[in-house]
């Protein structure tokens, strides 16, 4: 099961600070494969156990407007990039090419990371050391300089330590051979990662797999590719791993969250993390820790500086046009409708009880969300930590009402037919049976 079980990673960063802070972020990749007939092809490796093909704008496939899902009933999904201006009519089929192994798994040999990867890297296992000030800041800064040859580049790297010997002269005494020593673990850096003749370095061959230091997985899922129905290409994330959890110097324990096969509606939509933001709600603290939502001090699910802290260069949720798109598609879209008994009658044992049960027993089922179980008859009339949720005999006065009848979506939203079948019950005194 090599190339279809899951696995935790622990991803270590240092800070360009003085004092190089470290950050341990967790999460667990999805790698996923193997065929849907043993319950597999899910995960990262979908893509090689599904027919995908795609047109790609440039040699390096570094840029990839349109992408056609051939499904097993024989249709075909086809997504553009609402920013290419291309007109996938003008594409023939001989023009595509098929999605493969060496489409994300472009560096199978030689790897060329980043100055900041190589740092990060270096720090972590001590080759560098961490307590030499600005060490990080300052590595990027002379593996990223400009220089004529590989002999100007060392000696541009060696010139490090006349920075230390002036800016950090008591360090400098007290700790020059481990000055010393990083810098020529940087000369060997930049001697095994660019190579002048050729023209190679971290730029020119860019690594498909992530979408942190190169577009990689966003070449595609960037939540700007969308199909006829307006619907993207899914940029989620937790499709190929978990939401990152991120720990900082303090260390502690990290609580890496497992999702469930459980959703709201609202999160299944294939454009919610282009939306999620002007979803946001009081709704949305039955199942997260909301505190300062957006922000990026980890203090809460919606405060994560994994995904807010991080400037995503290769997502194109700034497309033009396409924030109007989403947010046209955040109305009250109620999901489809629940079936009610044959005869049932405007009674909870007739028509109302399926009607919660389907629409809300997610959430207010037993051991229920804020205290509330709509399931039950009992349970119902009792309401929920903050009080009645029904008024018999006064809709308007009935909480539930009220919030499926606001402004804000709600995660169990009921469609306008079956909110009016909910009022009539209300206002004949919500009967049992």
């Known amino acids: 099961m090599k190339f279809s079980d899951s696995s935790l990673r622990e991803i270590r960063r240092f800070a360009p600070d003085p004092s190089n802070t470290p950050t341990t972020t967790y999460l667990i990749l999805k790698t996923g494969g193997g065929p849907a007939r043993q319950g597999l092809g899910l995960g990262i490796h979908w893509h090689v156990e599904n027919r995908v093909r795609y047109y790609r704008a440039d040699r390096s496939n570094g840029t990839i407007p349109c992408v056609r899902v051939y499904n097993d009933d024989g249709t075909l999904e086809e997504y553009v990039d609402v920013s290419s201006g291309l007109d996938?009519?003008?594409?023939?089929?001989?023009?595509?090419?098929?999605?493969?192994?060496?489409?994300?798994?472009?560096?199978?040999?030689?790897?060329?990371?980043?100055?900041?990867?190589?740092?990060?890297?270096?720090?972590?296992?001590?080759?560098?050391?961490?307590?030499?000030?600005?060490?990080?800041?300052?590595?990027?800064?002379?593996?990223?300089?400009?220089?004529?040859?590989?002999?100007?580049?060392?000696?541009?790297?060696?010139?490090?330590?006349?920075?230390?010997?002036?800016?950090?002269?008591?360090?400098?005494?007290?700790?020059?051979?481990?000055?010393?020593?990083?810098?020529?673990?940087?000369?060997?850096?930049?001697?095994?990662?660019?190579?002048?003749?050729?023209?190679s370095d971290w730029n020119s061959h860019p690594n498909h797999i992530g979408h942190r230091d190169s577009p990689g997985c966003f070449r595609c899922h960037d939540g700007k590719h969308l199909n006829e129905e307006q619907q993207a290409i899914r940029l989620e994330c937790d499709l190929c791993h978990s939401i990152p959890v991120v720990v900082g110097a303090q260390g502690g324990p990290a609580e890496v969250e497992i999702s469930g096969d459980f959703q709201p509606e609202m999160h299944r939509s294939a454009n919610w993390i282009g939306q999620h933001a002007a979803a946001f709600d009081d709704s949305c603290a039955r199942c997260h820790d909301t505190a300062n939502p957006g922000g990026s001090d980890d203090s809460s699910f919606c405060s994560n500086s994994a995904c807010?802290?991080?400037?995503?260069?290769?997502?194109?949720?700034?497309?033009?046009?396409?924030?109007?798109?989403?947010?046209?598609?955040?109305?009250?879209?109620?999901?489809?409708?629940?079936?009610?008994?044959?005869?049932?009658?405007?009674?909870?044992?007739?028509?109302?009880?399926?009607?919660?049960?389907?629409?809300?027993?997610?959430?207010?089922?037993?051991?229920?969300?804020?205290?509330?179980?709509l399931t039950a008859y009992a349970g119902a009339l009792a309401g929920g930590d903050s009080g009645p949720v029904l008024v018999p005999g006064d809709p308007q006065a009935s909480r539930i009402v009220q919030v499926q009848s606001g402004n804000e979506p709600h995660f169990g939203q009921l469609s306008a037919d079956e909110l009016e079948r909910v009022v009539e019950w209300i206002r004949a005194g919500a009967p049992e049976g």
């Open 308 to 373: 807010h802290g991080t400037v995503w260069t290769y997502a194109g949720l700034g497309a033009p046009g396409l924030r109007e798109i989403l947010l046209a598609q955040i109305a009250s879209e109620p999901t489809p409708a629940a079936q009610a008994p044959a005869g049932g009658g405007l009674s909870f044992s007739g028509a109302i009880g399926p009607l919660f049960a389907d629409r809300c027993g997610a959430c207010h089922g037993e051991g229920g969300a804020s205290g509330l179980k």
């Open 88 to 199: 996938p009519k003008s594409i023939a089929e001989s023009d595509l090419e098929e999605m493969d192994c060496i489409t994300c798994h472009n560096r199978i040999t030689h790897r060329v990371d980043t100055p900041e990867v190589s740092l990060d890297r270096a720090l972590s296992r001590r080759l560098i050391s961490s307590a030499i000030p600005e060490i990080r800041r300052k590595g990027v800064e002379v593996l990223r300089g400009s220089y004529g040859s590989q002999a100007q580049a060392l000696e541009g790297i060696a010139a490090l330590e006349s920075y230390y010997r002036v800016a950090y002269s008591d360090f400098y005494s007290a700790q020059g051979e481990s000055i010393r020593g990083a810098i020529a673990v940087l000369q060997e850096i930049y001697t095994q990662s660019v190579f002048q003749e050729q023209r």
